[in-house]
């Protein structure tokens, strides 16, 4: 089935260790994105990326690293100078960037939790 | 800056009520419009959206929702709803060379 894949869908961190969270996508999207959500709030951009080895800054992206090496995948890293990374992360994908009103779409999310 | 409002943090209704929930934006041109919805601890589900055309827009679930530039609204409607439909809903608007803008969200819960 088509869709994207977001793992682990749980995952704990230690003080001071840098995780990755995986997406792929077999959508053949261009554009692919993360979101951070906490309990109770909307969703912040993190990161996107509207091709292949090319990324962008969102409205948080402190703390977090991204790499775009294939199509299909997207990547984020939490880094141990995010210093409250505890939330819910999804990653998303649409046909194209910014220049159309192409639908996002989302994977089932990754809870990271710091330990 | 665009931005988008969903006015209501939390609504209550009873099952087989009518629902509307609200969302505005504010942007010069008519933007993108999207409804989603979320259950506890999972992503979001598409339910419609409106690019151009007819105002009034039918999605999945049963749910519609109607775009009025005038209020640049474009608030989600069911005239009937049933327990499974308990969840988070997103506003979320999309303007020609810009990214997704989400609100804040409405979290629906439905009496038996």
């Known amino acids: 089935d088509g869709g994207i894949t977001q793992s682990p869908k749980y995952l704990f961190r230690k003080e001071g260790q840098n995780v990755t969270l995986s997406c792929e996508q077999n959508l053949n999207h261009d554009a692919m994105y993360w979101y951070r959500q906490d309990p109770g709030q909307g969703l912040r951009l993190i990161y996107y990326s509207q091709i292949v080895n090319d990324f962008q800054k969102g409205d948080i992206a402190e703390g977090y690293s991204v790499s775009r090496e294939k199509k299909e995948s997207f990547p984020l890293t939490v880094t141990s100078a995010q210093k409250n990374p505890t939330a819910f992360y999804l990653c998303a994908s649409s046909i194209g960037g910014g220049n159309s009103g192409n639908t996002i779409y989302f994977g089932e999310g990754s809870w990271l939790t710091v330990v | 800056a665009q931005s988008v409002t969903q006015p209501d943090i939390h609504i209550t209704v009873s099952e087989g009520a009518s629902l509307e929930l609200r969302c505005n934006y504010s942007y010069g041109a008519t933007p993108y419009l999207f409804w989603y919805v979320q259950s506890p601890g999972q992503g979001l589900q598409l339910l419609l959206k409106y690019f151009s055309g007819d105002t009034l827009v039918q999605g999945i679930k049963g749910f519609e929702a109607e775009f009025k530039r005038s209020q640049s609204s474009f608030n989600l409607r069911k005239p009937s709803v049933h327990w499974s439909d308990a969840a988070e809903y997103f506003c979320?608007?999309?303007?020609?060379?810009?990214?997704?803008?989400f609100g804040p969200g409405t979290r629906l819960s439905v009496l038996p």
């Open positions: 979320a608007v999309r303007n020609y060379g810009q990214n997704f803008v």
